[in-house]
């Protein structure tokens, strides 16, 4: 199966063979591909309302790329996702023709909801004995952010999806290189209303463990465990307490982009809108009170794969 999430930052692809049956209900994925690459599909989407032609051809050429990477190695089935900036845009007919001609099939504009599901399933499963339900899932992407709480056999309990990501956060409030201390007050406040809003809507607050997803997180966790080149075995899973989150947020904050374009394990697409990123993790962290939280490079990618399950399965 070939699974494909483009969201407002980033288009990503994993391309996996079903488990044996025989594994067990937490076997993984057996991965044959899992690729990522920085279009910024949502560049502007926050103050026009559409998407730059430049961003629909950005993904275009990774997409073509993609889809020679699928057929080479003859999925079955194949599933594309799109997320917040497809839902934010007026021209979004323009990109779904765009990914029909590129790739085949249709991108599903998926709803919040359906996107918080997908991340929850992808990230629960496989979690280590001592990652103690009801978790809390945060799925950090570049237009929004999604809020799911549940449990591993009774699914999700509930979900919210709020527009807080990491590019709409940098463009709305942090313009300065790097950002001044009344841009980094800005973009708290308006954090932190959104967070709450979203734990007011979900139980958040209840949960025994903070599960954290997607690019921001990870990146500030390897930035946490102080490595040499970003090492998603060593990422997946890692602990990170809310004092090493805070202190890592500082430290990206006070940082030029050149500064931060200098961290060993910096995706160079990312270095301008990372500090967003750790602002919102650790206002989460904050209006949680959760003391940790655990890594997954696992998530709604590997949701989507999941989905293309057989029904028979």
């Not at 007919?93 to 909801?113: C, H, I, K, N, Y």
């Not at 750790?278 to 904050?286: G, K, P, Q, T």
């Amino acid at each position: 199966m070939a699974a494909i999430d483009c969201g407002t930052n980033s288009i990503r692809l994993l391309v996996a063979d079903l488990p044996d049956p025989s594994a067990g209900p937490q076997a993984p994925l057996l991965d044959l591909s899992r690729r990522m690459e920085i279009v910024r599909l949502g560049q502007g989407v926050d103050r026009t309302g559409r998407l730059a032609p430049e961003a629909i051809e950005r993904t275009r050429i990774a997409l073509a790329d993609y889809a020679a990477e699928i057929e080479k190695l003859g999925a079955e089935r194949v599933r594309m996702c799109a997320t917040s900036a497809s839902r934010d845009a007026s021209n979004a007919a323009d990109f779904r023709a765009m990914v029909e001609q590129t790739l085949g099939v249709a991108p599903e504009v998926v709803s919040g909801d359906e996107e918080a599901r997908l991340s929850f399933t992808g990230a629960v499963r496989g979690l280590p004995a001592d990652a103690e339900p009801p978790y809390l899932v945060v799925d950090i992407g570049g237009g929004s952010t999604e809020f799911v709480v549940g449990t591993r056999e009774g699914g999700v309990q509930a979900a919210i999806s709020v527009d807080i990501g990491c590019v709409r956060m940098t463009e709305r409030h942090l313009h300065g290189d790097p950002p001044g201390p009344d841009q980094v007050a800005d973009a708290q406040a308006d954090i932190a209303a959104a967070v709450d809003r979203a734990l007011a809507a979900v139980p958040g607050r209840e949960a025994a463990t903070l599960v954290g997803l997607a690019g921001s997180v990870t990146t500030v966790v390897a930035i946490a465990q102080g490595l040499r080149e970003y090492d998603p075995a060593r990422i997946h899973h890692a602990r990170v307490s809310a004092d090493q989150v805070a202190a890592v947020t500082a430290d990206l904050l006070s940082k030029t982009r050149e500064q931060r374009l200098a961290i060993p394990v910096m995706h160079p697409g990312r270095a301008d809108v990372i500090g967003a990123g750790a602002l919102v993790l650790r206002v989460i962290m904050e209006r949680a009170g959760m003391p940790s939280v655990v890594a997954s490079e696992h998530d709604i990618l590997d949701g989507i794969a999941w989905s293309l399950l057989p029904a028979t399965s």
